[in-house]
């Protein structure tokens, strides 16, 4: 029971990372019908860049108000680039054929990985231990302060989320775009904007992901966007493309699904089981498990 | 058909010609060794030590007049980019390759040298990179054979651990070093309870950790990289794990302690002596002049290692007074007396194995350093 | 168009045909890198330029190819040339198995299933599965290749292996254009309804190119076993799959302009070596501006045999 309790906390914990890159992918889906395959990247350099604003603007300041403006300012330089990557590479091509897009999305991965390369260099880089090494052992359980963090900060951030979808007028034009971006645009919604807006809240969801991961493992990679990216995007799916909700109970599942896998079946089988179940999933329910079901476009 | 012989012929001995034209100018010498990737910091050491050895031999005149030239190729410590390093560095007409730092890499490139006969040095612990019988091969490090009887003696009768659980990831490093560190605690009477395996650069190994766990281990035994280590014993203690952590040599590096953070404090490391703790003035010689090209010192022995593999060749060529790799081969592996190395004396068995092995255990202190605690 | 084709095609095969004998071993092995890459590139263009399905795991199969060449020659000691055979069957029947229950899937699904099926074939290889792909390591130590107990080690023998090889794609390429079964594609790439409607059975169609496809491509795996004389994991990553996807969109589905993408991807790196951290930067930005400024690919394919006139002008694309 202590196993099984332990590798559910450890599973919460990566699943809310996941979750929350889920977001990121399954709000540009269900507006622009695009797979943003950037977005992993972006979560990665993320990483990068709050390391940088630890080392340099702050001076390696380790109190709590640092902590802070290192996840507000990541934040925010990400929500930029998000934008930027939206306006440079995805507008130009809105009314091409859907795979000049993927092309686009894939291309823009790319430069954005290397990127980050050709700036912080090939090697590993590591994260400071920012937030203390504090755990509690609760009856053979063992959680630490960071997981907690992890866990309630994202919680917090999908429940701001949902309620801004469902309950405000922005909200509610996300929702129409997603629906019928024509339509929308004849009642008058700036569908440019639905789209921008899209790109920040992804893109600052996926920054804080990107922390997340440096504080919780501290080794950040260049490439480590793909790996992160592709779990995110199965959580997405999982939960039905284009779904809200759904990126959060993906998230969620996948992050348990794997932690389980990895503990009672073999750690070293967990991608390609992780895929199996993708695989599946998309033969018996396309629409994924919360997703309604559509009939196949043509 | 007539054509392709034809072919065959005209490269052959435009190959042989250029190959003839390349001996008159330099000796060339390849790096192979993971320049990036999560091997980066030990790769770029390797390359800064075999061009800080080749500008001293130059400065004293080359190796019989002639100078060396360094062309280094990243393989990225992977199995397939080595491979292609091999033929490239063949191609280039390279006498003699330095590296790579791990033994995949290793073994993926050496059928290519030994078919092209150019002299391979590697600090590769895997037994099975001198099982081949490859003559173009030389260890310049000690076989994983060597080092899990040091951990075993080590855990089973110094420190007297009742359950030990054994970590690799899959590498032909780590596989072989773990293989034959369970079967040597077996040997000494000791008990593993687990021998689990992780995948290389995964990050998240608290799955893993967790089943380890409820079997209340004495100790961890980590046979990997130290990118995968470091990380291991920061989990591993934010499990609340109370198990010591014993890594295997390959953990021998400044990342170790970074990746592990304050969870550092009080993980054993299993290595040949660490570079300041060389008592050889060539060792305080080649240290100095390091850290004065490059303002740091190597990463690891391993950089130290391979140098050692480079004086050797060079010794051996200036010895038999000859270029010919079959005959330096065949020196240095029958030298009577051995040369005195950086990391000590040189000498190799029949099968281009190091000879004669010294292992120390550390204990990472709180300010990250090292001190020794056991030794052999 | 046309002119330059008849032109082109003897220009191009004179060229390749005496390129190895001026080329030093360095740039030998740029070529054959080349050859193999084209005809990966090529196979993949059967499945998602002339079929239209979004696969992106073609990886997957030339991997296959390369691991069964591999294992059948260093552990069960078959001559290279023979492994050939079961180096295309094997990958060709598991394109059929694996696209059968998946064809009917959606664009973007197709493509994630296929990233997927990547994913796994490599776990499969570096997990070691049966004892016989060595793990992460891979095989080594691959024979070269021998004709009539003549072992042709040289880079040249390869190099006209390989190339007879692309030849043999280009020529099936032809032929499937010109056949029944190319048409049936060209009009289910076109417009799908339409074309169950004119009693096209898509299903087999699908599946006939899924299976084309990955038996091309496990014959250039093959190639690829013996000219590195290894096979390794990470040669067959899901980054692969993409370079080859993205080959294929950029240069429009069209031979010239698979050619050029495969040039520009894998030979131009080695031309300008000083640049090669920069290479995924570079051509990630290429990758953008080349959609952006030619959304249907630098050289679209036109398709020969239907007079242009009635060709009608689709937007969708996919």
């Known amino acids: 029971m202590d196993i099984f309790l332990q590798q559910l906390a450890n599973g919460l914990t990566i699943g809310s990372i996941y979750a929350l890159v889920a977001l990121g992918y399954t709000m540009v889906y269900g507006v622009m019908k695009l797979i943003n395959f950037a977005h992993g990247d972006m979560v990665a350099a993320s990483a990068f860049v709050g390391l940088t604003i630890y080392t340099q603007v702050l001076g390696q300041s380790t109190s709590l108000i640092a902590v802070v403006i290192i996840f507000l300012l990541s934040a925010v330089a990400m929500a930029c680039v998000g934008v930027l990557l939206e306006r440079l590479a995805y507008r130009p091509l809105r009314q091409a054929p859907r795979l000049s897009a993927v092309v686009s999305a894939l291309g823009a991965s790319l430069m954005i990985q290397n990127g980050i390369m050709l700036i912080w260099g090939p090697q590993m880089r590591i994260f400071p231990e920012l937030i203390p090494q504090i755990y509690w052992d609760l009856g053979g359980v063992v959680v630490s302060l960071i997981q907690v963090i992890i866990l309630a900060l994202s919680l917090i951030l999908m429940v701001a989320l949902y309620l801004f979808v469902e309950k405000t007028r922005m909200g509610a034009a996300i929702r129409a775009s997603a629906i019928d971006q024509d339509a929308s645009r004849l009642m008058g919604i700036n569908v440019d904007k639905v789209i921008a807006l899209i790109f920040i809240i992804g893109s600052s969801l996926g920054a804080v992901a990107g922390l997340f991961i440096g504080l919780y493992y501290r080794g950040i990679t260049f490439n480590m966007g793909w790996q992160y990216g592709l779990y995110a995007f199965v959580a997405a799916i999982l939960g039905g493309i284009g779904n809200i909700p759904g990126a959060m109970f993906g998230g969620m599942l996948l992050g348990l699904f794997q932690a389980f896998i990895a503990g009672y079946v073999s750690s070293t089988w967990a991608d390609a089981f992780t895929f199996i179940l993708l695989i599946l999933i998309l033969i018996v329910r396309p629409t994924g498990l919360l997703g309604e079901r559509v009939a196949e476009k043509v | ?376 | 168009m046309k002119n330059l084709e008849q032109f082109g095609f003897p220009v191009f095969l004179i060229v390749m045909a005496i390129l190895p004998n001026v080329l030093n071993s360095r740039w030998q092995a740029v070529a054959i890198t080349f050859l193999i890459f084209t005809v990966v590139a090529l196979s993949q263009d059967i499945i998602l330029g002339k079929a239209g399905m979004f696969n992106m795991g073609q990886a997957l199969f030339f991997g296959m190819g390369a691991y069964i060449t591999a294992i059948l020659n260093a552990k069960f000691g078959w001559p290279i040339l023979a492994t050939i055979p079961v180096a295309i069957l094997l990958p060709a029947l598991f394109g059929i198995l694996l696209s059968g229950p998946i064809i009917h899937l959606r664009g973007d699904y197709l493509l994630v299933v296929t990233i997927g099926f990547n994913i796994v074939f490599v776990q499969v290889v570096q997990n070691n599965l049966g004892g016989v792909t060595g793990g992460p390591n891979g095989i080594f130590g691959l024979d070269s290749i021998s004709l009539m107990g003549t072992q042709l080690s040289s880079q040249i023998a390869v190099y006209y292996f390989a190339l007879a090889v692309l030849l043999l794609t280009l020529g099936i390429m032809r032929n499937l254009e010109k056949s029944k079964a190319g048409r049936a594609l060209h009009y289910l790439r076109e417009d799908q309804l339409a074309a169950e409607s004119i009693g096209i059975n898509t299903r087999a169609y699908k599946i006939f190119a899924f299976g084309l496809g990955a038996g091309i491509a496990g014959l250039a795996g093959t190639i690829f076993a013996t000219q590195y004389s290894a096979v390794s994991p990470e040669a067959f990553e899901f980054l692969q799959s993409v370079l080859f996807f993205s080959i294929v969109l950029i240069g429009g589905s069209s031979i010239p302009g698979i050619f050029l993408g495969v040039f520009v991807m894998f030979v131009l790196p080695e031309v300008f070596k000083e640049f090669a951290t920069w290479r995924f930067f570079i051509f990630g930005f290429a990758m953008i501006l080349a959609m952006i400024l030619r959304p249907r690919g630098i050289w679209p394919a036109t398709f020969g045999k239907i007079p242009k006139f009635l060709i009608k002008e689709s937007n969708n694309g996919a």
């Open chain 2, 1 to 376: 058909m007539k054509r392709t012989f034809r072919n065959i012929l005209l490269t052959l001995c435009a190959v042989a010609m250029m190959a003839g034209l390349s001996w008159a100018e330099t000796l060339k010498v390849g790096v192979q060794a993971p320049i990036t990737g999560s091997y980066a910091n030990e790769g770029q050491g390797i390359e800064n030590a075999v061009r800080l050895l080749a500008a001293q031999i130059n400065a004293d005149g080359g190796v019989m007049g002639k100078q060396i030239e360094v062309i280094p190729c990243d393989d990225q410590g992977t199995a397939m980019a080595a491979a292609i390093c091999a033929k490239e560095l063949v191609n280039k007409g390279v006498s003699m390759v330095i590296g790579s730092y791990t033994s995949t890499a290793a073994e993926a490139a050496q059928k290519t040298y030994f078919d092209a006969k150019v002299l391979q040095t590697s600090d590769g612990t895997a037994d099975g990179l001198t099982e081949k019988g490859y003559w173009t091969f030389l260890r310049n490090s000690f076989p994983n054979s060597a080092e899990a009887v040091f951990a075993a003696n080590y855990m089973v009768n110094v420190k007297a651990y009742k359950n030990i659980a054994v970590i690799s990831d899959f590498s032909s490093y780590a596989t072989g070093l773990a293989e034959s560190t369970v079967a040597e605690i077996k040997k000494a009477g000791g008990n593993v309870i687990t021998y689990a395996k992780i995948k290389a650069d995964s990050q998240n190994f608290t799955p893993v950790l967790t089943n380890i766990k409820s079997k209340n281990p004495d100790a961890i035994f980590f046979a990997g990289y130290y990118s995968d280590g470091g990380q291991l014993r920061a989990q591993q203690v934010a499990l609340g794990i109370k198990a010591d952590f014993i890594g295997g040599d390959a953990n021998d590096n400044p990342d170790f302690a970074k990746l592990a953070g304050s969870a550092a404090k009080g993980a054993f490391i299993i290595n040949v002596p660490s570079p300041e703790l060389l008592p050889y003035d060539v060792a305080k010689d080649f240290l100095k002049n390091y850290e004065a090209t490059y303002g740091m010192l190597p990463p690891s022995i391993w950089t130290l290692m391979n140098a050692d593999g480079m004086r050797a060749i060079v010794h051996g060529m200036e010895q038999t007074k000859s270029f010919d790799t079959k005959k330096v081969a065949d020196y240095l592996m029958s030298m009577e007396k051995p040369l005195p190395g950086i990391t000590g004396p040189l000498q190799f068995a029949k099968d281009g194995n190091r000879i004669g092995s010294s292992y120390m255990t550390f204990e990472i202190q709180g300010d990250n350093s090292y001190k020794v605690v056991h030794a052999q």
